[in-house]
């Protein structure tokens, strides 16, 4: 169900001094959180883990029960989600293909089970025609609709899952509302987006359900913030936090606005050092870097992407990382090349607007720019309305002289500084 849950960590750029470095008016308060931060208890962990004992014992003792290897994936997902551990997530993934091998690929939940865990892992195309496997069948079609517009909009193939969405249709369904609204982000209309996501809220604590009313708090805290009602966003991200003490999207929500919207980099990273032990995600790393960055502290700044990299050598992240490894790699002359093969990648297996400009960036990074812009008009231009596109747009315009487009992208951009950041924010002025 998680259509959004991420933070921009835009990577790296330059330290040139400016006003934006001023600090804004304070909304986070230390009170508010500390107890979050300190505690020890993960109820969700301890009860993930139990669970897995409870069906692993009861499958070993009658291995023909196939239906207990879903509950067992079903919770090593929960675990990854919990502490982004990626071995939870293949296990995961072993679980539901052998279940699908048993059952002959007949089983349509078992089926969108897997398709639903190849899409945390980006691989898109599999999960797709997963999908199409379980439209076939024809049982349960309203959850394989969610599912191909899920697919489809990762793809993107945004006329099919416009298509996906129309047979959904249902004004009352919070996994409609939730969809209709990840649409109307697409096409760059934010206030529908928050109109529809406050109907799905309404909807999620009508049935007083704890875990759409956390989902729900969680994306609003983000939804907001991209929306610049920074204090909004901030009540949210506690609001989860009220129903799920350990939610590390929402303390990294507050460790954003933290560092991007009051320049308090000591608050941020405390919050990020406690966040990160829990759920050792790589990206946290890569926040880290883009903090040091902020403060010219070369030494912290690479010493972080060491960390990065050094969990990216465990090969069951697959594709999860191209984009960050694209940005990262692209800036540095002796990995340029590599920046331009992953971009390649992405663009052949998820030929996004968003895999485009990777593609774009790559080629203006290696100086050209012409070939960049080339890409970027044709692909990225009109097509997607996130500001970290818009800024690589601007830039390669700003080089191919093209100044007339540059002015009207920047004066949106400069709306969006505290979804890009502080070190984005510097570069964005210059522009």
């Not at 998680?2 to 470095?21: A, E, R, T, W």
């Not at 809220?201 to 875990?211: C, L, V």
């Not at 040091?292 to 070369?298: H, I, Q």
């Not at 999860?320 to 540095?332: K, P, T």
């Amino acid at each position: 169900m998680k259509i959004i849950n991420y933070l921009p960590v835009l990577i790296l750029f330059g330290l040139s001094v400016s006003s934006c470095d001023k600090q804004s008016e304070k909304i986070t308060n230390a009170n508010d959180y500390n107890k979050y931060l300190s505690n020890s208890r993960n109820q969700s962990l301890t009860f993930a883990k139990k669970e897995i004992d409870f069906w692993q014992k009861k499958y070993d003792k009658a291995p023909n029960q196939i239906s207990y290897l879903g509950v067992l994936a079903s919770n090593y997902s929960k675990l990854f989600e919990i502490t982004a551990n990626i071995d939870y997530l293949k296990k995961a993934e072993t679980l539901l293909v052998k279940s699908n091998e048993t059952y002959k690929y007949s089983s349509v939940g078992t089926i969108r089970a897997l398709a639903r865990n190849y899409i945390s892992q980006h691989r898109f195309k599999e999960a797709l025609e997963l999908a199409n496997k379980a439209k076939a069948i024809g049982e349960g079609l309203k959850e394989t609709n969610k599912l191909l517009f899920d697919v489809q909009m990762e793809l993107g193939n945004y006329a099919e899952a416009e298509s996906n969405l129309l047979q959904l249709n249902d004004k009352n369904d919070f996994d409609y509302l939730i969809r209709i609204a990840k649409w109307n982000d697409h096409k760059g209309d934010l206030k529908t987006t928050l109109v529809f996501m406050e109907k799905a809220k309404k909807i999620a604590e009508t049935y007083d359900n704890k875990y759409l009313k956390t989902w729900v708090y969680s994306n609003l805290g983000d939804f907001n913030g991209h929306a610049g009602n920074i204090q909004k966003s901030y009540e949210y991200y506690l609001k989860t936090l009220d129903l799920d003490p350990n939610n590390s999207y929402a303390l990294k929500g507050i460790a954003w606005i933290a560092f991007s919207y009051e320049k308090d980099t000591k608050e941020a990273k405390r919050i990020i050092d406690v966040v990160s032990k829990k759920h050792n995600s790589p990206d946290f790393y890569l926040l880290k870097a883009q903090i040091a960055e902020y403060e010219n502290d070369r030494t912290s700044k690479y010493e972080n992407i060491n960390k990065y990299m050094s969990m990216l050598e465990n090969e069951n992240y697959g594709a999860m990382y191209n984009s960050y490894n694209v940005i990262l790699f692209a800036q540095e002359k002796s990995t340029s090349l590599k920046a331009l093969e992953i971009a390649k990648v992405e663009v052949e297996h998820r030929p996004t607007p968003v895999s485009y400009d990777l593609l774009a960036w790559s080629y203006y990074n290696l100086g050209d720019k012409q070939k960049a812009l080339e890409i970027a008009q044709k692909y990225v231009e009109g097509k997607s309305f996130e500001p970290k596109l818009n800024y690589h747009l601007a830039t390669i315009y700003k080089a191919n002289n093209k100044l007339d487009k540059v002015w009207p992208i920047k004066e949106e951009l400069l709306k969006s500084t505290f979804e890009l950041g502080p070190n984005l924010e510097r570069k964005i002025i210059s522009l």
